[in-house]
């Protein structure tokens, strides 16, 4: 550095409740989430109004919201359910730095067992991290914290979940959750 200090690039840093070095973030790690389309019968399209992003859901899923701010669904059995959130910056926001620290902090989180895995994840010009983690209720849930820059609103930030109510239902639905993800489409 101009000053004169120097920092190792290529070492890891250790971490106090385990006592052993974090790995440097990876661009993934831990367990990755399983996709099949071919697990629900039949798919619809959904047009997310208003925030030019496109998925599909199970032909059967219920939809509880959809509107400008918020997108939710579930299975007919409460069995599974996915959901979007958007949030407004209404200015440019460097967030390259920001994906970076998310990546370092799952990285760690994944070090001392607080989530299952992570990858980063971008669906066309939109860049996040998906992570997936197992609550201590048994609730298992998948989620993907994104961003994208539009002319109109700034750095835009786009939030989904998918999860299950126990351990045993996100193993059945884990591969219908992950087609939705991959399903995901920003224009």
Do not use: C
């Not at 918020?70 to 730095?97: C, I, M, T």
């Not at 939109?126 to 993907?144: C, I, P």
């Amino acid at each position: 550095m101009a000053d004169g200090t120097s920092l190792e690039l290529g070492g890891s840093a250790t971490q106090p409740n385990r006592g052993g070095p974090i790995p440097l973030a990876a661009a993934s790690g831990g367990q990755q989430l399983r996709s099949d389309p071919n697990a629900a019968a039949s798919w619809r399209e959904v047009e997310w109004p208003g925030q030019g992003v496109r998925f599909k859901v199970p032909s059967l899923w219920v939809q509880e919201n959809l509107n400008k701010d918020e997108a939710s669904f579930h299975d007919p059995g409460r069995k599974a359910y996915f959901f979007g959130h958007v949030a407004f910056f209404n200015q440019k926001l460097p967030f390259e730095p920001i994906l970076k620290s998310l990546e370092e902090g799952a990285a760690a989180e994944l070090h001392r067992d607080a989530i299952l895995g992570y990858a980063r994840r971008d669906f066309g010009r939109a860049v996040g991290l998906l992570k997936t983690e197992r609550r201590g209720d048994g609730t298992t849930l998948v989620s993907w914290e994104g961003y994208l820059d539009t002319p109109e609103s700034g750095t835009v930030s786009f939030s989904f979940v998918g999860g299950a109510p126990s351990s045993a239902d996100y193993s059945e639905q884990e591969p219908i959750l992950g087609a939705i993800f991959d399903s995901i489409q920003f224009k």
